[in-house]
Every structure is written in structure tokens, then in C-alpha cells.
């Protein structure tokens, strides 16, 4: 009671000694942390089992501990707090270590070092990995709904070396989203998903596609309304159709442009006759004028060189493969998606943002760990990533 008395008479001070209000408030938040630091240090430092001490970083800076306590018994990293522990691990799957610790210095006042930081996020990014081999709960999905799986990959820069490399080589980051039909939000002309399952995983498709299913069985019963988006890969769509074949399969509308763009780019040099040919084209699309789409294709080549047959061929030969999951004038007509931009904006905020920052090279195994984290922050599992901090400290 006594402290915090002298802090209420230190803080009334402060308010009368002030003249603006960012230096009280920040007074104000040094006296706190004070305060705090002073105050756990009698709660926690009243047990005197063992004379020998060990220091520990708080929210609230470094206080000294008996050995014995029952606080460090367990402790797996006795240097630092999980309570503390927790919000280097959040910055450190939000942005890179140097930028991660700048920001506990800001924030807290407190100085932690890169290498800590870095231990940290990848100790917990690897035991996480629990947390997404676990089944998740079904979301309640009404029978006006439907749920949307998006499957992509996305290259992040490695120091793995292959044959005749020196300086590490792109391998790719298989991702996967979850999302419900109601989970839409628009504001104007913007639309956003406000809640979205994830998994991403560095390696081989068949270890990514055994996460991914873990994700998406719990829907495996709504049969057709449960919709696939993807682009041409054909392992992904092999995947697809062995394991949920009742499932609804669509290849992404924009992907058919842009192959269609392509081949128009080499067969119709004028610019205001390509445009035109290829919204006739993207109309027959919508239509699922399958026909008219091929017969224009071979008309507009019908006389042109030998790479523009090639390319008529390569074009074909991807739409056919394709042609039953381009049914787009049905898919349209049940309401449903047919672009994967979903898919491709997560790209950026799962992967990209922080993982391929400038200069960052990363191990498999450290990016898979940080992978794990993000997939939990990003499905909004963070939660069971700070019970995971709290139980290995209990």
C-alpha cells in the first residue's frame, strides 16, 4: 500500500510538472512499470526456499527468483518470462528479428537480443506444428452455404544448394485456405474474407496434401458444396478428385484468361482487334460456349507460323484437359466463385510479407517453423499457441 501511495503522489506530480500530455503519459507509463517491476519482485521474490537466485525478464524488466520457485520448475527458457516469451514470439512471426526486437524496445522499454528472438520464434514455431495436426471442429455451415478450398504455391528464396548453385535456390511454399461463402465482407467496392482456415507447408505436394486434408474432411460431407478453386496444376487437381470427388472442381476463371491472353498475344498483333477477340473469347467462357471458344482459337491461327499452331495447341490441349471443371455459366448460375483470389491475396499476407522480405534466405526446416506460426495467427489460433507457451511453463 505504501508504493502505491508514493506512486499516486509521483503521478499527481508528474500531471502538475507536465505541460503536454505525451510527456505525462509517457511519465506516467515509467512509473507504472515501476511500479509493476517493484511489486512482483516482493510477490514473487517472498519465497526464500534457496538463497541462490536467478534473473529473470518480465513485462516489467529483470526480477530475481529463487531457483526453487514453483514458477521455474519447468521453465523451459528460464532467462525470460512466457508471458514475455509470447509477445516475442507474435513479433517474430509478424516481421523479421531485427526489425522484431526494435519493436519490444519500443513497445516495453525492454532489450532482448536477435539471437533470443530468434530461438524463441523457431522453438515454438516447431512445437505448433501440434496445434495444426489436430482435427479441427467442423465450422456450423447452414444449407445455403457453401465452403471454398484454394490451393496455391508460392516461391520463397532457400539455402538449400542444388547441383551447380552457390547461393541457394527459390523452392516453393504449398498453401491452403478454408473459408466459408458467409465469411464475405464488402465495403464499397472492396470485399474481404473475415475468417479463413490455413496451412502451408515447404516440401513435397503429398505431405502438404495430408495437412491440407486434415483442414478440409470435416466438410467432406457437403459433397458439391464443398468447391475446389484452382489453377491448372495438375497434381493439385489429381489430389482433388481422387480423395473429395463429389466435391465441386473449378479452374480459376482468371487463370483460363490469362492462357487465352497468351495465345491471342502471339496470333493478333493489332491491339484494338486483340481486345476485342479476347472479350468475345472471355464471354463464350462465361456462356460455357466450350465449342465457339475452340473454333475461334483455330480460326484465328488457321494460316499464322508455326509458333502461333503451337501455341493454339498448347491452349487446346490445357482446355481440354480442363473442360469439366470450366463449366462456368453453372457455376455462376449456383451462386458460386470462379476467381481465386482468395488464394492469391494470402499468398502475400500468410507468406510473402514475412518471408520474403529483402535478403532473407531461409533454412527448410526454420521456415517451416515460422510457416506454422503464421498459419495459426492467420486462422486465428493464436490462442492455443499461448496456451502452448503457458503449459510448457507450468
Known amino acids: 500500500m505504501n508504493q502505491a501511495s508514493q506512486l499516486w503522489d509521483q503521478l499527481k506530480e508528474l500531471e502538475n510538472s ?22 512482483m519482485q516482493q510477490i514473487i521474490g517472498s519465497e526464500r526456499n534457496d538463497r541462490r537466485e536467478k534473473k529473470l525478464l518480465t513485462r516489467y524488466d529483470v526480477i530475481e527468483m529463487d531457483k526453487s520457485h514453483k514458477y521455474l520448475q519447468r521453465h523451459q527458457w528460464e532467462k525470460i518470462s512466457p508471458y514475455l516469451q509470447e509477445k516475442m514470439v507474435y513479433a517474430g512471426q509478424l516481421t523479421n528479428y531485427q526489425e522484431g ?20 520464434t523457431n522453438h515454438y514455431g516447431e512445437l505448433c506444428s501440434t496445434i495444426l495436426e489436430e482435427e479441427p471442429l467442423a465450422a456450423n455451415v447452414s444449407d445455403d452455404e457453401t465452403v471454398y478450398v484454394q490451393c496455391d504455391g508460392s516461391m520463397i528464396l532457400t539455402r538449400e544448394l542444388t547441383a551447380g548453385q ?28 473475415n475468417s479463413s482456415q490455413y496451412v502451408a507447408h515447404l516440401g513435397h505436394h503429398r505431405d502438404f496434401e495430408k495437412k491440407a486434408e486434415n483442414l478440409v474432411d470435416p466438410y467432406e460431407h457437403l459433397s458439391e458444396r ?32 490469362e492462357h487465352l491472353a497468351a495465345f491471342a498475344q ?25 465449342k465457339a471458344v475452340s473454333e475461334n482459337i483455330k480460326n484465328v491461327a488457321e494460316g499464322k507460323s508455326k509458333t502461333v499452331q503451337k501455341e493454339k495447341e498448347k ?21 458460386l466463385n470462379i476467381g481465386s483470389g482468395a488464394i492469391e491475396a494470402a499468398h502475400r499476407n500468410v507468406i510473402q510479407k514475412r518471408m520474403k522480405q529483402s535478403g532473407q534466405r531461409w533454412t527448410c526446416d526454420k521456415a517451416q517453423n515460422v510457416l506454422n506460426l503464421r498459419a495459426c495467427y ?7 499457441v499461448v496456451d502452448l507457451i503457458r503449459k510448457s511453463a507450468a
Open 315 to 335: 491452349l487446346l490441349n490445357y482446355y481440354q484437359k480442363n473442360r469439366e471443371r470450366m463449366d462456368y455459366k453453372s457455376f455462376r448460375q449456383r451462386g
Open 266 to 290: 502471339t496470333a493478333i498483333s493489332d491491339h484494338a482487334q486483340r481486345k476485342k477477340w479476347l472479350d468475345d473469347r472471355k464471354t463464350e467462357l462465361l456462356d460455357s460456349n466450350y
Open 101 to 120: 526486437v526494435c519493436l519490444i524496445e519500443k513497445f516495453y522499454g525492454l532489450t532482448v537480443s536477435q539471437t533470443q528472438h530468434f530461438r524463441l
Open 166 to 193: 552457390t547461393s541457394g535456390c527459390w523452392q516453393e511454399v504449398k498453401l491452403c485456405r478454408v473459408y466459408l461463402s458467409s465469411a464475405g465482407c464488402q465495403s464499397g467496392n472492396r470485399t474481404w474474407l
Open 226 to 257: 464443398l468447391v475446389f478453386i484452382s489453377d491448372g496444376a495438375s497434381w493439385i487437381h489429381k489430389w482433388q478428385k481422387s480423395v473429395y470427388p463429389k466435391a465441386t472442381q473449378i479452374l480459376d476463371f482468371y487463370h483460363a484468361c
Open 18 to 39: 507536465c505541460d503536454d500530455f505525451y510527456s505525462f503519459e509517457q511519465g506516467f507509463e515509467q512509473g507504472i512499470n515501476q511500479f509493476g517491476n517493484q511489486t
Open 378 to 384: 492467420m486462422s486465428d489460433k493464436w490462442d492455443r
